[in-house]
């Protein structure tokens, strides 16, 4: 079974940058739709972004779209998360997860890994 391991996260200032990464480990997941959610203190996770194997789609939640960016580099089986412009309503765990559906379907991701924080200070 994959397993997903997130880093990156810290604390930030509101306007200041951020990249995450997720590492797949026990598995090829060039082959999958992977994905970055947020788990927000007292609310329900939320998906951020979507990527398709190839890269070449993704689907933003409106509130990241123009500020996040996902990409991913199957030869390092590792997806990233380029966060700019940061809120602090941005400040969650971010927790990656993989989709064995396509396209990309926000509900259909699991195999989620243990999260980074990120804490976006005003």
């Known amino acids: 079974q994959v397993q997903l391991e997130e880093s990156g996260g810290g604390l930030v200032q509101a306007g200041g940058s951020m990249r995450l990464s997720c590492v797949a480990s026990?598995?090829?997941?060039?082959?999958?739709?992977m994905g970055w959610f947020r788990h927000a203190f007292g609310k329900e996770r939320e998906f951020v972004a979507g990527i398709t194997w190839s890269g070449d789609t993704t689907d933003y939640a409106a509130s990241v779209k123009g500020r996040f960016k996902i990409s991913r580099d199957n030869a390092k089986n590792t997806i990233y998360l380029e966060m700019n412009n940061l809120k602090p309503e941005d400040t969650a765990v971010y927790h990656c997860?993989?989709?064995?559906?396509?396209?990309?379907?926000?509900?259909?991701?699991?195999?989620w890994g243990q999260g980074t924080q990120v804490t976006v200070s005003s």
């Open positions: 997860g993989i989709s064995a559906i396509v396209p990309i379907v926000r509900t259909a991701f699991a195999s």
């Open positions: 026990g598995g090829d997941i060039s082959e999958h739709v």
